[in-house]
């Protein structure tokens, strides 16, 4: 029975055509939540819904599943208490139901699959009973163009309280996915579809390529009957109780960690800064070990060409402040976000250790950090810094921001990039918890900065993002 992985290397075998389709369905395929219980959360605070309302709207999906109701009713109920409701209004909550409840809950997994079929030149929709509103943030997010789901009637820029047309339900998405491919001059039979549920069978049964993901328990059971795939996404999934202990286990180790350095310095083997180093250091590569993440590391030997250098990797994933140290492991200081000093023990274990920590919203004190960072350089240490600047709810790569690009103007030291792949796999944004597994790791050959000026400081970041998108685009 195929699962995710082998089913994501299938598709990576194929050649590009951009006369086929990839059909998603929304809720537990893209993000690991249905959309339309913190979309009423959010309706109820902005008093489009009342508590009774919401109660009501409640009861009635819960009798769905003992058939008192069924999913016509209930639609029809919840689009009803829309009426009169500005759609302005509606379209400003959407986006606050995205970036307050969704944007945490998208499939790291699913973003892969997503960017896959976009390499191969195909067609991205999204099909989902799902209202626009709900939808439009995550396809945004997501880089899909195009939408399938149920439209609501607008008069004068309010909701009437109706659905226009048929709903995006069961036949319904069969019927819009014909609609669409008939307009496109694509074959459905040239299309894959992902989703969780059952009553998507009617479009399952239509695709060449029907996708079970995290299916309900009718669903598994029928596409392990029809030799389907069947996808279990991890990243958003509950911590087992062994997720939890090992993460317990991580924060444990700071205070063997500090010990080893203080005894260090006891004995006379480090200075205090070489001993809070050391201490960190420590911790990074115990904490690692004790969460059962291994490393496994692509052209190593590029960390120890040249130091100091200024080593530079994307941004996933907490476990990113933790594998940096491991890797490069001795004579470096780090940079970041202030609000890390603030975090008990390991705040004040930062300071000593020297890391910078700046007030990323303050200019004047973004550029004092930079011109402290590149005298410490000088000094011999080497920095190591992301510059995104702040983590991904996915594997997608943010822009970069220029200082550490001005910091290497000033220094010369070569730039060493740190390529990590599946980082967001095993701890994703949004996530309490660290999750046992093999991150991939590449080391790209050093970048030289000594010919760079600030005229072609633009053109230098630019190819360096380049590289990085080039490099997780490269399977693991």
């Given at each position: 029975?195929?699962?995710?992985?082998?089913?994501?290397g299938?598709?990576?075998?194929?050649?590009?055509?951009?006369?086929?389709?990839?059909?998603?369905?929304?809720?537990?395929?893209?993000?690991?939540?249905?959309?339309?219980?913190?979309?009423?959360?959010?309706?109820?605070?902005?008093?489009q819904?009342?508590?009774?309302?919401?109660?009501?709207?409640?009861?009635?999906?819960?009798?769905?599943?003992?058939?008192?109701?069924d999913?016509?009713?209930?639609?029809d109920?919840?689009?009803?208490?829309?009426?009169?409701?500005?759609?302005?209004?509606f379209?400003?909550?959407?986006?606050?139901?995205?970036?307050?409840?969704?944007?945490?809950?998208?499939?790291?997994?699913?973003?892969?699959?997503?960017?896959?079929?976009?390499?191969?030149?195909?067609?991205?929709?999204?099909?989902?009973?799902?209202?626009?509103?709900q939808?439009?943030?995550?396809a945004?997010?997501?880089?899909?163009?195009?939408?399938?789901?149920?439209?609501?009637?607008?008069?004068?820029g309010?909701?009437?309280?109706?659905?226009?047309?048929?709903?995006?339900?069961?036949?319904?998405?069969?019927?819009?996915?014909?609609a669409?491919?008939?307009?496109?001059?694509?074959?459905?039979?040239?299309?894959?579809?992902?989703?969780?549920?059952?009553?998507?069978?009617?479009?399952?049964?239509a695709v060449?390529?029907?996708?079970?993901?995290?299916?309900?328990?009718?669903?598994?059971?029928?596409?392990?009957?029809?030799?389907?795939?069947?996808?279990?996404?991890?990243?958003?999934?509950?911590?087992?109780?062994?997720?939890?202990?090992?993460?317990?286990?991580?924060?444990?180790a700071?205070?063997?960690?500090?010990?080893?350095?203080?005894?260090?310095k006891?004995?006379?083997?480090?200075?205090?800064?070489?001993?809070?180093?050391?201490s960190?250091?420590?911790?990074?590569?115990?904490?690692?070990?004790?969460?059962?993440?291994?490393?496994?590391?692509?052209?190593?030997?590029?960390?120890?060409?040249?130091?100091?250098?200024?080593?530079?990797?994307n941004?996933q994933?907490?476990?990113?402040?933790?594998?940096?140290?491991?890797?490069?492991k001795?004579?470096?200081?780090?940079?970041?976000?202030?609000?890390?000093?603030?975090?008990?023990?390991?705040?004040?274990?930062?300071?000593?250790?020297g890391?910078?920590?700046?007030?990323?919203?303050?200019?004047?004190?973004?550029?004092?950090?930079?011109?402290?960072?590149?005298e410490?350089?000088?000094?011999?240490?080497?920095?190591?810094i992301s510059?995104?600047?702040?983590?991904?709810?996915?594997?997608?790569m943010?822009?970069?921001?220029?200082?550490?690009f001005?910091?290497?103007?000033?220094?010369?030291?070569?730039?060493v990039?740190?390529v990590?792949?599946?980082?967001?796999e095993?701890?994703?944004?949004?996530?309490?918890?660290v999750?046992?597994?093999?991150?991939?790791i590449?080391?790209l050959?050093?970048?030289?900065?000594?010919?760079?000026?600030?005229?072609?400081l633009?053109?230098?970041l630019?190819?360096?993002?380049?590289?990085?998108?080039?490099?997780?685009?490269?399977?693991?």
């Amino acid at each position: 029975m195929p699962d995710y992985r082998s089913h994501l290397g299938s598709l990576r075998s194929l050649k590009a055509n951009k006369n086929r389709v990839a059909l998603f369905d929304l809720d537990r395929t893209l993000i690991a939540v249905y959309s339309a219980v913190p979309l009423l959360m959010e309706q109820v605070k902005a008093k489009q819904v009342s508590w009774v309302g919401a109660a009501q709207q409640v009861f009635m999906a819960l009798g769905q599943s003992r058939e008192v109701y069924d999913f016509e009713e209930i639609l029809d109920t919840a689009i009803g208490m829309l009426e009169g409701v500005s759609e302005q209004e509606f379209i400003r909550l959407g986006d606050r139901l995205f970036h307050k409840h969704l944007q945490k809950k998208l499939y790291v997994e699913a973003q892969e699959l997503v960017d896959t079929h976009r390499q191969l030149g195909h067609q991205l929709v999204i099909v989902s009973s799902a209202t626009r509103y709900q939808i439009e943030a995550v396809a945004e997010a997501l880089d899909i163009d195009h939408i399938l789901c149920t439209e609501l009637e607008v008069r004068g820029g309010k909701f009437t309280g109706v659905i226009k047309g048929e709903p995006c339900w069961a036949e319904g998405k069969l019927h819009a996915a014909e609609a669409w491919c008939k307009e496109h001059k694509i074959k459905l039979s040239n299309a894959w579809f992902y989703t969780d549920a059952l009553e998507d069978l009617p479009l399952l049964e239509a695709v060449a390529n029907p996708v079970a993901v995290n299916p309900t328990r009718d669903l598994e059971g029928h596409a392990r009957g029809a030799d389907w795939p069947v996808c279990k996404f991890r990243s958003r999934a509950r911590p087992s109780l062994l997720d939890v202990a090992r993460t317990g286990a991580m924060f444990g180790a700071m205070a063997p960690a500090i010990f080893t350095g203080k005894a260090a310095k006891w004995l006379g083997a480090a200075d205090s800064h070489g001993a809070a180093l050391m201490s960190f250091t420590s911790y990074a590569e115990s904490a690692l070990d004790l969460a059962g993440v291994k490393l496994q590391v692509k052209n190593e030997k590029y960390l120890w060409e040249e130091r100091p250098a200024i080593f530079v990797i994307n941004h996933q994933s907490v476990l990113d402040g933790y594998l940096t140290p491991a890797l490069v492991k001795r004579d470096y200081f780090m940079m970041g976000k202030i609000e890390a000093g603030n975090v008990p023990v390991l705040g004040q274990m930062l300071k000593d250790a020297g890391f910078i920590l700046f007030d990323r919203t303050n200019r004047e004190a973004a550029i004092a950090a930079c011109d402290d960072a590149a005298e410490r350089i000088k000094q011999g240490y080497s920095l190591c810094i992301s510059p995104e600047g702040t983590r991904s709810y996915s594997k997608r790569m943010e822009p970069f921001k220029k200082g550490v690009f001005h910091i290497a103007l000033q220094t010369g030291v070569p730039i060493v990039p740190i390529v990590v792949k599946n980082a967001s796999e095993l701890w994703p944004r949004g996530q309490n918890f660290v999750r046992p597994g093999t991150l991939h790791i590449e080391i790209l050959k050093p970048v030289p900065t000594r010919t760079w000026t600030r005229e072609t400081l633009d053109k230098h970041l630019q190819a360096l993002h380049k590289k990085y998108l080039k490099a997780l685009d490269t399977p693991d």
